[in-house]
């Protein structure tokens, strides 16, 4: 469980994270690149689809940056491997159904669905620098514009 919330130009604590392909690993494990992640709300949904799609076609330019993307939502497993296939995802995704991950960035908010009151993912983007510092976040994230605003940070983050 986590303690707190991670802060910006602090160390990202060493999370174990589930992901797709059936591969568990650390966030230590992407030590000397820069690492994207992004939380949305419910896998296959038209908004999250689409921001996905995003990363998708910027994939090679991120590549080119030294930079990771990773896909976060609570979705079982199993739900995530079916939206990776389905959209041929080319980066992981991320099974947080213990809500670790995103309790550490702080995600999770209550918000209005059909008038009423849920418990649910923020859509939220985070970038984790070469050294495994919190570099910068996005909260409340609108998809149209959005992957192209996070490559002019992490390419920013480079020339540094």
Not at 5 to 15: E, G, H, M, R, T
Not at 79 to 84: D, G, I, S, V, Y
Not at 104 to 120: A, C, D, P, S, T
Not at 139 to 156: F, N, P
Request: charged share 30%; hydrophobic share 35%; glycine share 6%.
């Amino acid at each position: 469980m986590v303690d707190q919330q991670v802060a910006l130009n602090k160390k990202v604590p060493d999370i174990k994270l589930l992901l797709t392909g059936d591969k568990e690993t650390h966030l230590s494990d992407y030590a000397g690149k820069n690492i994207v992640i992004y939380f949305y709300p419910k896998a296959s949904t038209p908004g999250c689809t689409q921001e996905g799609l995003d990363f998708k076609e910027a994939i090679n330019k991120f590549r080119r940056q030294s930079c990771v993307i990773l896909g976060a939502s609570r979705d079982s497993l199993k739900a995530q491997e079916k939206f990776k296939t389905k959209q041929e995802f080319p980066f992981e995704l991320i099974s947080d159904t213990e809500e670790a991950l995103c309790n550490l960035f702080g995600v999770m908010k209550m918000k209005n669905m059909y008038g009423k009151q849920v418990r649910g993912i923020e859509r939220s983007t985070f970038i984790i620098d070469k050294k495994g510092k919190l570099h910068h976040e996005w909260r409340g994230v609108k998809v149209k514009g959005h992957v192209d605003e996070v490559l002019e940070v992490v390419k920013q983050l480079n020339k540094q």
